[in-house]
């Protein structure tokens, strides 16, 4: 089945399985992407689902983008293997929410060179002075696939789990409400520190220097996302 419209990246959807994690039963959603725009052919992008999301209320979201790294590996340069663990756990919680996983590995720039940006980080540069050395952007991610992905499910409006004001424009561009964001503050700690400052200083993430521990994001209420 396509979910393609005119200028929207194509992609397929495929198929789902059930998904019993520890948190609760979600069903896993399975799409390929295979034309121009996104990222190469073939790219596997995937989306998991719980409760009923397509009755037009706002849905507890998380756009999650692949890092192998925190992901698998449990790596604690970052935050990313505390936030989707921190994002699955809320929506068990409510019982009712979509988590997108998209491959867009290393900010977009691919794991080999994530591993080079790592490297570049040992000698001193800031996770974002990395990808530029390399040639890269900054963030190379690009979020188009959302709103197909979105719209296989019938939803339009999010409650965005994210500290990223980029990550939340990218979705009212795209037209996706976000009636909502959700902090997903989890896991700093002393190899991560100063990355999360940098994400704070210099992509503009939304951060308390507070330490929230995995698995309790903290939720606020505020209708838009702010500037703190
Ligand atoms: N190039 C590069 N990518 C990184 C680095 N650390 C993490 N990533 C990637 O960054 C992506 C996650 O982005 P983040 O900036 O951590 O968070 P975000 O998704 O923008 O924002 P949140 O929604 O608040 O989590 C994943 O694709 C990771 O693989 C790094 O040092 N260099
Ligand atoms: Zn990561």
């Known amino acids: 089945m396509s979910a393609t419209p005119a200028n929207e990246p194509l992609l397929d959807y495929v198929t789902s399985c059930a998904l019993p994690t520890p948190w609760a039963q979600f069903t896993l959603h399975a799409f390929v992407e295979h034309g121009p725009g996104f990222g190469p052919a073939g790219k596997e992008h995937l989306a998991m689902v719980l409760g009923d999301i397509g009755d037009g209320e706002p849905v507890l979201a998380r756009v999650h983008s692949e890092c ?92 965005l789990m994210t500290n990223n004001p ?41 951060m308390s220097p507070a330490s929230v521990p995995v698995g309790e994001p903290v939720v606020v209420t505020a209708a838009a996302p702010d500037a703190s």
């Open 68 to 159: 192998l790294t925190g992901d698998v590996l449990f790596s604690q340069r970052c935050d990313c293997g505390a936030q989707l663990e921190g994002a699955l756990q809320r929506i068990a919680q409510e019982g009712r929410g979509i988590l997108l996983y998209l491959r867009q590995e290393g900010r977009g720039i691919g794991l080999v060179n994530k591993i080079r940006a790592y490297r570049l980080q040992e000698a001193g540069a800031d996770t974002v002075e990395a990808n530029l050395q390399l040639g890269f952007h900054a963030d190379a991610r690009n979020y188009e696939l959302c709103r197909p992905m979105l719209a296989q499910f019938g939803v339009k409006s999010l409650r």
């Open 166 to 206: 980029r990550k939340i424009d990218a979705m009212t561009r795209l037209g996706i409400q976000v009636a909502e964001r959700v902090p997903l503050l989890v896991n700093r700690n002393a190899f991560n520190n100063s990355y999360l400052n940098t994400k704070q200083a210099k992509l503009g993430h939304m």
